[in-house]
C-alpha cells in the first residue's frame, strides 16, 4: 500500500502523464502506472512513488522476523495503531529510503533520538555504488577451479577465483571494471549476478579450466551438481595430529591425503610422540618436513580435494628393510568421506580388505569433527563520491569521524567492517541483513542500504545538514512521508536480530568512552 502525501515540493504531473525519475543517472520517463528501469520508483496517477515500503526496525520483539506493514490495517497480523515507540528501540534503516542522486540533497532520512541520555543523530539513505563487489567463500576441499581464473554467469565474466583459505575456496564477484569496464551484456550480468547473491537467491557460476559451483547465502554449495555437506576437517597434517592417538593399537599405517598436505603417521612429530613404529612407507610427493608432503597429486573434486579416485597412486614401493607383509594401513580423506583399509601381500603390495569395526569409529569422528559447508557471501562497497554530500556540506569530515569511531556505519541495521585507510570501504554479511534488502540501477550498478549514527554533537561538528534533523518520532507520524520529490512505498516494521547489535548501541559501539568525545 502507498503513502499518499501531498507537498508543495511534489513532483506532479496530471494523471496519464510520463513523469522523469531522477533517482539515479539512467533518469527514466515512466508512464502512468510503470515503474523505471530499476523496479524501485514507479508513476502512480502523476505521483513519483517509492515501491519499496521503509523498513524500521523495533528493539522489543522477540522471536524472529514477524512482519507488520505499518499502513495497511487489512493485514492479517496485528496492524499497527500509530504509537511510538520510545527512541532507542526504533531504528530507521536504509531499506525503502530512496536515494538522493546526485548528492547535492541531504540524504532521506536525517533523524534524531535520545540513547541513554545522548542526543544521537542516524542519517539514512540508499547509496548507489559502482565501486562494488561481493565476496563469496565456498566452505569445500573441492578444487573450483586455478587462482586468477574468470568466473562467469551465463558466459560473461563477473569475477575471478582468489587465494583459497583454510578449508574454502574464495570468489571475489563483481567490481566496476566488470560493472562498468566490458560491455553492456557483462555490466548487466554482472549486476543481476551481485544483485541475486547479496538478496540470498542461488546464482549458479561457471569456472574457467574448473567446475560449476551453485551458491546462495547460508546454504551449502553445489559442485557439478553434487550438494556439498561438509568443510575438512583440516589438512592431513593436522588430521595426523588430532587422532593419531585414536589410531595407536589399532593399525600400523594411516595417509590422510588433502591436496595442501598430506600427513603420514609414522613419520609425523604426532607417531613420533607417541612411538610409533617405522612402516617403510615411501610417498610420491614434494617432502615439507617429517610426515607432511605437498604436491602429492593435482587439485580436484577427488580424494582430499586431489584429482585421485584411486589414493594408492600416491605411492611408492614399501622399502623391503623395514615394510612386512601383513602390515596394515588406513588412507583417508580430510573429510572422512572417503576411506580405504590395506594390507601388504607377500610382494609388499596393497591390497584392499573390509575395514575393520575398529576403525570404523576413527573415520565417523573425522567426520563428525568436519563443520557443514555453507556458502558466506559479502557485501563490499566504497561509500565515497557524492554519498558523503547526502551527510555533510563537508564530506571529508565524515570520512575522518568514522577512522575516528565518532561515527558508525550500519548496512541495512546489521553491522558492516570498516577497512583501514583511504575512504570509507564497509563489508557486511549478507546473512545478518533484511532480506531482499539491495536494489539496483542499470546504469549498471546496485543500491545498498546505508546508515551513519553519530552523536549530535559530533553530526554538527562535522558539517550536518542541521536544517534537516527530524525527530524520530516525527518521522515514525509520517512527517517524512515525502522525501525527495517522491511519495514513499509504506512503512514496514521487522524485528531487530538477536544476534546483531543494536545500531545505536553505545556501549557496544563505544560512544561511552570519554576519549571519544566530539
Given at each position: 500500500?502507498?503513502?499518499q502525501?501531498?507537498?508543495?515540493t511534489?513532483?506532479r ?22 515503474s ?7 508513476n ?19 522471536g ?16 499497527w ?10 531504528f ?8 538522493t542522486y546526485?548528492?547535492y ?9 535520545e540513547?541513554?541520555?545522548v ?49 574454502s ?7 566496476v571494471?566488470?560493472?562498468?569496464g566490458?560491455?553492456?551484456k ?5 549486476c543481476?549476478?551481485?544483485?541475486a ?19 546462495q ?6 559442485i ?9 576437517v583440516?589438512c592431513g597434517?593436522?588430521t595426523i595430529?588430532?587422532f ?7 593399525v600400523?599405517?594411516?595417509?590422510v ?20 613404529p ?19 597429486a ?19 614401493p ?8 601383513g ?6 580423506s580430510?573429510?572422512g568421506?572417503?576411506s ?18 575398529t ?8 567426520t ?17 563520491g557524492?554519498?558523503?554530500s547526502?551527510v ?40 545478518r541483513m ?28 562535522l558539517?550536518?545538514?542541521?536544517d534537516h534533523?527530524m ?16 511519495v ?8 531487530h ?9 553505545r ?12
Amino acid at each position: 500500500m502507498t503513502e499518499q502525501i501531498s507537498g508543495d515540493t511534489a513532483k506532479r504531473k496530471p494523471a496519464g502523464e510520463k513523469i522523469r525519475c531522477d533517482a539515479c543517472p539512467v533518469m527514466c520517463y515512466i508512464a502512468d502506472g510503470r515503474s523505471g528501469a530499476c523496479d524501485r520508483y514507479a508513476n502512480q496517477g502523476g505521483e513519483l512513488v517509492r515501491l519499496d515500503p521503509l523498513t524500521i526496525l523495533e528493539n522489543r520483539i522477540e522471536g524472529g522476523g514477524k512482519v507488520v506493514p505499518f499502513l495497511d490495517n487489512e493485514d492479517d497480523g496485528d496492524p499497527w495503531q500509530g504509537d511510538v515507540l520510545a527512541d532507542g528501540e526504533t531504528f530507521i534503516t536504509a531499506v525503502g529510503a530512496g536515494t538522493t542522486y546526485p548528492d547535492y540533497k541531504p540524504a532521506p532520512f536525517i533523524v534524531s533520538s535520545e540513547i541513554d541520555g545522548v542526543d544521537m543523530i542516524t542519517v539514512v539513505t540508499e547509496g548507489i555504488f559502482s565501486y562494488c563487489g561481493v565476496k563469496v567463500k565456498v566452505d569445500t576441499d573441492r578444487h573450483l577451479g586455478p587462482e586468477r581464473n574468470l568466473v562467469r554467469v551465463d558466459g560473461e565474466p563477473i569475477g575471478h577465483v582468489t587465494t583459497g583459505e583454510y578449508g574454502s575456496q574464495m570468489l571475489s564477484i563483481g567490481g566496476v571494471h566488470h560493472l562498468t569496464g566490458g560491455g553492456k551484456k557483462e555490466g548487466r550480468v554482472t549486476c543481476a549476478a551481485m544483485l541475486a547473491l547479496c538478496n540470498r537467491e542461488a546464482v549458479e557460476l561457471t569456472i574457467d579450466d574448473g567446475c560449476s559451483v551453485v551458491v546462495q547465502a547460508g546454504q551449502p554449495p553445489i559442485i557439478n551438481g553434487i550438494l556439498e555437506s561438509r568443510m575438512r576437517v583440516g589438512c592431513g597434517s593436522a588430521t595426523i595430529g588430532m587422532f593419531a592417538s585414536q589410531w595407536s593399537g589399532l593399525v600400523d599405517e594411516v595417509v590422510v591425503v588433502d591436496d595442501h598436505i598430506t600427513g603420514v603417521v609414522s613419520e609425523h612429530q604426532a607417531g613420533k610422540v607417541i612411538g610409533w613404529p617405522e612402516t617403510g612407507i615411501r610417498i610420491n610427493g614434494r617432502k615439507s618436513t617429517p610426515g607432511r608432503y605437498f604436491q602429492v597429486a593435482e587439485p580436484g573434486t577427488g580424494w582430499g580435494g586431489t584429482d585421485l579416485q584411486d589414493p594408492l597412486k600416491i605411492l611408492e614401493p614399501f622399502n623391503p628393510k623395514i615394510a612386512r607383509p601383513g602390515q596394515s594401513m588406513l588412507m583417508v580423506s580430510t573429510t572422512g568421506e572417503q576411506s580405504a583399509y590395506y594390507e601388504l601381500d607377500g610382494d609388499l603390495k596393497p591390497v584392499q580388505r573390509d575395514l575393520p569395526e575398529t576403525l570404523t569409529g576413527s573415520v565417523e569422528r573425522i567426520t563428525e569433527n568436519c563443520e557443514p559447508a555453507m556458502c558466506s557471501v559479502l557485501f563490499m562497497g566504497g561509500a565515497g563520491g557524492s554519498l558523503r554530500s547526502g551527510v555533510t556540506e563537508n564530506p571529508v569530515r565524515l570520512t575522518r569521524s568514522v577512522k575516528n569511531m565518532l561515527t558508525v556505519i550500519t548496512v541495512g541495521g546489521a553491522p558492516c567492517y570498516v577497512w583501514p585507510g583511504g575512504g570509507i570501504t564497509v563489508m557486511a554479511d549478507v546473512t545478518r541483513m533484511l532480506e531482499n534488502a539491495f536494489g539496483y540501477v542499470p546504469t549498471p550498478a546496485l543500491v545498498a542500504p546505508i546508515e551513519f549514527t553519530m552523536r549530535r554533537s559530533d553530526y554538527q561538528a562535522l558539517g550536518g545538514h542541521m536544517d534537516h534533523v527530524m525527530p524520530i518520532a516525527d518521522a515514525l507520524k509520517g512527517g517524512l512521508g515525502r522525501q525527495n520529490d517522491h511519495v514513499l512505498g509504506g512503512r514496514t516494521q521487522v524485528a531487530h536480530r538477536p544476534d546483531n547489535p543494536w545500531p545505536s548501541d553505545r556501549q557496544h559501539y563505544g560512544w561511552n568512552r570519554e576519549d571519544n568525545a566530539g
